[in-house]
C-alpha cells in the first residue's frame, strides 16, 4: 500500500509565501508523476502543478510565474514553493501520485493521494 503524507499549508497574507511537501512511502517501484491539486470551497478538484520522472512540469496558468514545483526521484517526495500568493489561491491542496508501481503489484500503475492541506490566504 502507497501513502501520501503531506505537511506545510497554513494561514498567510497576500504576498507571502508556503512550501508544501509531500513524501510518497510503500513499497514503490516509481511514480511517473506527482504533483499538487487544489479544491476550493464548491469547485472541483483542479491541477496546480505537476513534474515527471525527468523533471518535465505543467503548471496550471494562474500560478506560473510564482509557483515552482520540483521532487526528488530517490526520496519519492515532491515540494510546492508558492511566492506571490493571492486569496484566490486559498483551497485544500492535494498531492497526487500517477503512474505508480509497486513491488506488490508491478504490472498496474496505481494513482494516489494524499489527504488534503489547507492553504489560506488573506487579504
Known amino acids: 500500500q502507497v501513502q501520501l503524507v503531506e505537511s506545510g499549508g497554513g494561514l498567510v497574507q497576500a504576498g507571502g509565501s508556503l512550501r508544501l511537501s509531500c513524501a510518497a512511502s510503500g513499497s514503490i517501484l516509481s511514480i511517473n508523476v506527482m504533483g499538487w491539486y487544489r479544491q476550493g470551497p464548491g469547485t472541483q478538484r483542479d491541477l496546480v502543478a505537476v513534474?515527471?520522472?525527468?523533471?518535465?512540469?505543467n503548471y496550471a496558468d494562474s500560478v506560473k510565474g510564482r509557483f515552482t514545483i520540483s521532487r526528488d526521484n530517490a526520496k519519492n517526495t515532491v515540494t510546492l514553493q508558492m511566492n506571490s500568493l493571492k486569496p484566490e489561491d486559498t483551497a485544500v491542496y492535494y498531492c497526487?501520485?500517477?503512474?505508480?508501481?509497486?513491488?506488490?503489484?508491478?504490472?498496474?500503475?496505481?494513482?494516489?493521494w494524499g489527504q488534503g492541506t489547507q492553504v489560506t490566504v488573506s487579504s
Open positions: 497526487a501520485a500517477l503512474g505508480v508501481v509497486t513491488k506488490a503489484n508491478p504490472a498496474n500503475l496505481g494513482a494516489y
Open positions: 513534474i515527471g520522472s525527468t523533471g518535465t512540469t
